[in-house]
């Protein structure tokens, strides 16, 4: 397996997915996290200021896997597995600098090394979010139309409205940032957590998705969504 040794740039950016079937009962719903590994990543790097021997080095690689061959690399988190790159870029800065942008892709291969899910949470989401936060509703409603222009709209379900907190972590510590991580890789999108809103409400929440921005050594900022849920 070949392993790609070169260290991107800050910034570097993480996009987190989680493998997910959610089912709806009106406007309670069940999740449930499929497959042996059910995260989805992808890295958006850069290697900038390098040398035409480094560009050519990296491009090669880059170009012998096309794709399909998976290699071996070690994250700007430290975390060793197998990824894929579909598509990259190269720049000539100037005469003797050139920059190459790549996005990588987290696979999966009998052979590992393979990332493995943290354990599911057993206690409340704790971190507090920046300043700025708000709270998004969206109304379950069905729309009944009789013609002539009239309607009626009614709202259903037990609990008529959705509610979704659009959330900033910035500035985060690597310790604060691997904390937050792992809280959410464990949860997988599946387990509900409990979490007090800057509104100081408690109550129930998931997330499917995050953005980590590893900014500068020990300077992180993730955003993320936490969407209320009710459980049968």
């Not at 493995?116 to 969206?138: D, N």
Request: glycine fraction near 6%; charged fraction near 20%.
């Amino acid at each position: 397996m070949p392993t790609f040794t070169y260290v991107p740039d800050f910034p570097a950016t993480e996009t987190t997915t989680l493998s997910l079937r959610t089912v709806r009962y009106g406007t309670t719903e069940e999740r449930l996290a499929y497959g042996l590994n059910t995260i989805i990543d992808k890295w958006d790097v850069r290697f900038s200021g390098r040398s035409a021997a480094d560009r050519n080095d990296i491009l090669s690689f880059l170009s012998t896997g096309a794709g399909a061959t998976p290699f071996t690399w070690t994250t700007p988190f430290g975390e060793t597995a197998q990824f894929l790159c579909f598509d990259w870029q190269s720049t000539l800065d100037s005469c003797d600098l050139n920059s190459v942008s790549a996005s990588f892709m987290l696979t999966y291969t009998p052979e590992g090394p393979n990332l493995s899910a943290p354990a599911a949470p057993s206690s409340a989401f704790t971190y507090a979010a920046e300043f700025g936060a708000s709270q998004k509703y969206t109304t379950n409603t069905k729309q009944i139309s009789f013609g002539d222009g009239y309607k009626q709209v009614l709202s259903y379900g037990i609990h008529p409205e959705q509610i979704e907190w659009p959330l900033t972590f910035a500035n985060r510590t690597n310790t604060e940032r691997d904390a937050i991580r792992a809280y959410l890789r464990g949860a997988k999108g599946e387990t509900a957590f409990t979490w007090t809103t800057p509104y100081g409400t408690t109550d129930k929440f998931v997330c499917n998705e995050w953005k980590t921005d590893y900014i500068s050594y020990n300077n992180s900022t993730i955003n993320a969504t936490f969407r209320r849920v009710f459980e049968p």
